[in-house]
């Protein structure tokens, strides 16, 4: 035998070894954040009065209409979503199934196993935002309105979904039991308008007019609001564009606020000068960590759906 065969027999050996340890890494790479072997761990049935052993995950995805986390008698479910089952120790997609005309979904789980629950909204319900997980029912006039003329559980009419990064997920379950594991969902609001500078010799003073320019770039950061605990909570931030323009998406229903940079070489007009549409908003001068000196407003409360495009700051030359 010569020498290079014999060298090319070992080598030949070697890398097979190698593909040998390494064939289970390959294999799990492929099959992360893929669709495995449904059909033999989680089955979709139509019939929910069939018999079957084993755990059954139910839930509804359902349109909160007033975004108050409680799935009311008259609010609608949402057809056309994707609910997927995910191992949750491995992060592989086991399988899925879409909810029917009433948003309902049932999965029967053959196998013991800790999972998480993602929700895919169909993809014509954009600006919809998740409602709040709740843990007790919300304080309100009069009785709430729940799916039962008996006090239903709140653990039966909330929802139990949060975002992970933009993914809509649930906690960590396990199949050794039944779960119901609703996901409501509603349209959410907008905030926004213009930045501009005044020109107060050519035009009105303190007021927004043609004469007016906008002003690009000035830095706005958007917090909640909680009345109860007085809490502030950084939710995004915006830069306004070349025409002075702005905007917040997607926003929960909730009370906010919006910080807004100040320019060393600009100061505030005066606020509240005319009707909403021409004003610059109030704002208390405060020292921001990210901007130094800083306009604050006051606080404001967005509702489900509702798009204020009302909100401006006015800055004069100093």
């Excluded at 239903?152 to 975002?163: G, P, R, T």
């Amino acid at each position: 035998m010569k020498k290079t065969d014999f060298l090319k027999i070992i080598y030949d050996n070697i890398m097979k070894k190698i593909l040998i340890l390494l064939l289970p890494l390959l294999t799990l790479s492929c099959q992360k954040e893929e669709i495995l072997d449904f059909d033999t761990q989680v089955q979709h049935f139509e019939d929910s009065n069939q018999s079957q052993s084993g755990a059954h995950i139910t839930g509804k995805i359902w349109d909160d209409i007033n975004g108050n986390g409680i799935q009311d008698i008259d609010e609608p479910g949402v057809a056309g979503a994707q609910v997927l089952f995910v191992n949750a120790s491995k992060g592989w997609i086991i399988g899925k199934v879409e909810t029917n005309e009433e948003g309902r979904y049932i999965m029967y789980a053959s196998i013991v196993i800790n999972f998480r629950l993602r929700v895919i909204l169909p993809e014509d319900m954009t600006g919809y935002v998740l409602s709040e997980r709740l843990s007790e029912y919300p304080m309100v006039n009069g009785p709430a309105q729940t799916p039962s003329t008996a006090q239903a559980s709140i653990f039966d009419v909330n929802s139990d979904f949060y975002l992970e990064g933009d993914r809509i997920v649930s906690e960590i379950y396990s199949t050794e039991f039944n779960k119901q594991i609703d996901c409501g969902i509603y349209l959410g609001g907008a905030i926004g308008d213009l930045v501009w500078l005044d020109n107060p010799v050519r035009g009105l003073r303190h007021q927004q007019d043609v004469t007016d320019m906008p002003l690009s770039n000035i830095f706005i950061k958007l917090y909640s609001y909680d009345d109860n605990t007085q809490e502030e909570t950084f939710v995004s931030f915006t830069n306004s564009d070349e025409n002075g323009r702005y905007i917040f998406e997607d926003i929960a229903v909730g009370n906010y606020f919006m910080v807004v940079d100040n320019p060393v070489i600009y100061d505030f007009v005066e606020p509240n000068i005319g009707d909403k549409q021409v004003d610059s908003e109030k704002v208390s001068i405060i020292y921001d960590a990210d901007l130094d000196e800083a306009g604050k407003s006051e606080i404001f409360t967005i509702e489900v759906g509702e798009y204020m495009n009302d909100v401006d700051f006015g800055f004069k030359r100093m």
